[in-house]
């Protein structure tokens, strides 16, 4: 019998270890792109200047296998100059959107890639659940009815977009 009770505590200890770690994992996980460190990058297409950033993950490839849908949302912006680029002022006021946008995914995706060009601003993540992708995009757009958003989502389980861009954004696999 003690056998028994030293073999129920000792599972309890590594339940609770294992609820721990997850706990953690997931903590760390919300908390990334807060403390994320971003390169910027500027170069233009089609005679209009096109801003990339784009997370310096140590290894963007490790997320291939679980974050398969290709989500972007757009933001269209009400003041540019002419050469499709927002406003000074403007782009100061975005701040706290920006924030919002980049962490809107969270657990269920990884962002990466922000492009600004041509009068918009395009958030590029890849996700696991589209349910909960349009969710949360519903919610941002209840919180900024200002903004003018939207959403597209598509599968891309071989991470094309990131493969085929015209500038290379992250090490080859």
């Known amino acids: 019998m ?4 030293k073999l129920g505590v000792k599972n309890i200890q590594i339940l609770t270890l294992v609820i721990l770690i997850f706990t953690l994992t997931g903590y760390s996980q919300n908390k990334l792109t807060e403390k994320m460190e971003w390169l910027t990058t500027k170069t233009e297409y089609e005679g209009l200047p096109l801003y990339l950033r784009v997370p310096n993950y140590k290894d963007i490839w490790q997320f291939k296998n ?9 933001h269209h912006f009400d003041s540019i100059k002419e050469n499709g680029l927002p406003t000074s002022d403007y782009n100061k006021s975005l701040i706290d959107f920006d924030k919002e946008t980049i962490n809107l995914l969270n657990d269920n995706g990884i962002i990466f890639l922000v492009e600004t060009y041509d009068g918009a601003r395009m958030y590029w993540f890849y996700a696991i659940n589209i349910e909960l992708v349009e969710k949360a995009f519903e919610k941002l757009k209840i919180n900024h009815s200002d903004k003018k958003i939207e959403l597209d989502i598509s599968k891309d389980s071989e991470w094309n977009l990131i493969t085929e861009y015209p500038i290379k954004l992250y090490k080859s696999e």
């Open 66 to 74: 679980k974050y398969q849908n290709l989500v972007c949302i757009t």
């Open 2 to 5: 003690c056998n028994a009770k």
